[in-house]
């Protein structure tokens, strides 16, 4: 229906039909490059994890290690540790996704707990962000910036507090 007050400004309101109520408002959809960014990030996970299969995780008696797997890649030791004696806060998460890969979960968890669950996040972030890529848009996310801010910060504070613990538990052994 429309105002058809003459003394009105000219404007007319105009009710919501049957096929105006059923219009939805459209999603954006991803940019080309923010597509071909998800599937690079996904392409970076993997590669993560395949990685972790090279490492050596286990020592010449098949015990597993807590730390310094990283060296059987030719990498150096953890600076760190070298200088100060104590371990650093990401000291055990190459360890960890090294034994997460072979399925040895306990060890893994022993070794850094917060690497486990930073392994259990990228490995659901591979399928997450190629489903995104294919469908256009972020997949049960509003605001991406909002998610993975929360996500760093999560991070953040529980190495940083598992880092706490080991330093104590290190001081006072």
Excluded: Q
């Excluded at 998800?38 to 993560?48: C, D, E, I, K, N």
């Excluded at 286990?58 to 797997?69: C, E, I, K, N």
């Excluded at 000291?91 to 072979?102: E, I, N, Q």
């Excluded at 993975?148 to 104590?168: H, P």
């Amino acid at each position: 229906m429309k105002d058809l007050d003459p003394n009105s400004t000219g404007d007319y309101i105009v009710a919501p039909t049957e096929e105006s109520m059923d219009e939805r408002p459209r999603v954006r959809r991803a940019n080309w490059w923010v597509r071909g960014a998800l599937v690079l990030f996904a392409l970076g996970f993997a590669t993560v994890f395949y990685i972790a299969t090279l490492v050596k995780p286990y020592d010449a008696a098949g015990h597993p290690l807590r730390m310094s797997s990283h060296t059987s890649l030719g990498m150096p030791p953890c600076r760190f540790k070298e200088m100060t004696g104590m371990p650093c806060p990401s000291c055990g998460m190459t360890t960890s996704f090294a034994l997460l890969v072979r399925g040895d979960v306990w060890n893994s968890l022993r070794a850094n707990w917060v690497g486990t669950g930073l392994a259990v996040g990228c490995a659901l972030l591979i399928p997450w962000c190629l489903v995104s890529a294919v469908r256009g848009r972020y997949l049960g996310v509003r605001r991406i910036e909002a998610g993975l801010a929360f996500l760093v910060g999560l991070f953040t504070v529980t190495m940083l507090a598992r880092w706490g613990v080991v330093l104590l538990l290190t001081v006072f052994d």
